[in-house]
């Protein structure tokens, strides 16, 4: 219950500000309950946040009460599309489901907080943000 209650105290601090979260659908052997619980989550405590589904390129972006995600077989992932439509987008806040091994340009300036939200036992080193483990 930690990470949840750390996911739940990030979520409140950050009210009236914007948010998105970011869901890496680049594969299906993923824990697809787990993500769900957490857009459940989102979707009481930050009704007004953006769910973006992306793996190589953005494939959705939809209020986050939408409850219908769809995961891809290929195991591609980019973030640089997600981290440039969040700058556009002016997003205050990024919460990114993934386990942190997609791409993404190293000139890409990443201005706005990112959260990377690992559904796994092992964390990887976040190339900036902070990593929390959703395990």
């Known amino acids: 219950m930690k990470w949840q209650k750390q996911l739940l105290s990030k979520l409140q601090e950050r009210d ?14 993923t824990n697809k309950v787990l993500i769900q619980n957490i ?3 989102f979707a009481e405590v930050a009704p007004n946040a953006l769910l973006v589904q992306a793996d190589f390129k953005i494939r959705k972006i939809s209020p986050i009460k939408e409850d219908q995600i769809t995961y891809y077989k290929h195991g591609k992932s980019s973030y640089t599309e997600v981290l440039e439509w969040a700058e556009e987008e002016k997003i205050d806040t990024l919460f990114y489901i993934t386990d942190v091994t997609g791409y993404f340009y190293e000139e890409l300036k ?5 959260f990377w939200l690992v559904p796994d036992e092992f964390i990887p080193k976040v190339p900036f943000g902070k990593a929390i483990r959703v395990a």
């Open 39 to 41: 857009v459940k989550l």
């Open 16 to 29: 009236g500000k914007k948010i998105a979260l970011a869901i890496d659908t680049s594969t299906d052997q």
């Open 110 to 114: 990443v201005k706005n907080e990112v």
